[in-house]
């Protein structure tokens, strides 16, 4: 299945419900093959919330005859799958890193850039076409059109030293209650 082609739509769609479509995959479960959907509430002051499996199931309610209309095919082969994009979120466009400037991340380049690809660090001044990482006390830059992956990593931002350079522009780094978790760690909770 081309991504590409269903992501532009599947956007629009997920707008008329009232949902950001954060992140589009395909995984393997065992023998089926499912389309995972990361989505996020669409205006600032609902995604202050976190999404919820009621979210989810309006969301994936709302995109089945949608699905059947626009891509009759995609459910005759895949699961369709609608999830919270969870604490460690995935990072895909430059509104993404701004949302979360001040926070940690884990981002993988497909190039070395200054011969490294994996870095992890915290998001600082986000550009259109490149974000600005501190990582170990050193600023770095990334251009978004060579992130292959991006994270949050909450979990490791107690034991990672607070940046040097980002603090005169950060005062506080938000506190991680504020993310939203998936279906399955709120159920753990």
Avoid at 21 to 39: A, F, N, W
Avoid at 172 to 188: L, M, Q, R, Y
């Amino acid at each position: 299945m081309d991504l590409k082609k269903v992501q532009p739509p599947l956007e629009r769609q997920l707008t008329l419900l009232g949902f950001e479509l954060v992140h589009l995959e395909t995984v393997r479960d065992g023998k089926e093959e499912i389309l995972r959907l990361y989505i996020d509430h669409l205006d600032a002051e609902a995604s202050r919330r976190k999404v919820t499996l009621d979210d989810c199931m309006t969301a994936h309610e709302g995109l089945l005859a949608w699905f059947d209309v626009e891509f009759p095919d995609v459910r005759e082969h895949l699961g369709i799958e609608v999830s919270s994009p969870g604490m460690e979120r995935p990072l895909m466009k430059a509104d993404h890193f701004r949302r979360f400037a001040g926070r940690l991340c884990r981002v993988q380049t497909n190039l070395p850039i200054n011969g490294q690809k994996r870095f992890k660090g915290w998001i600082g001044p986000v550009e259109d076409k490149n974000i600005t990482l501190e990582e170990d006390g050193v600023m770095k830059t990334v251009p978004l059109e060579a992130i292959q992956k991006a994270r949050l990593a909450p979990f490791d931002e107690e034991k990672t030293p607070r940046p040097k350079h980002l603090a005169a522009r950060l005062t506080d780094v938000p506190d991680t209650d504020d993310v939203e978790t998936s279906a399955a760690e709120a159920e753990e909770a």
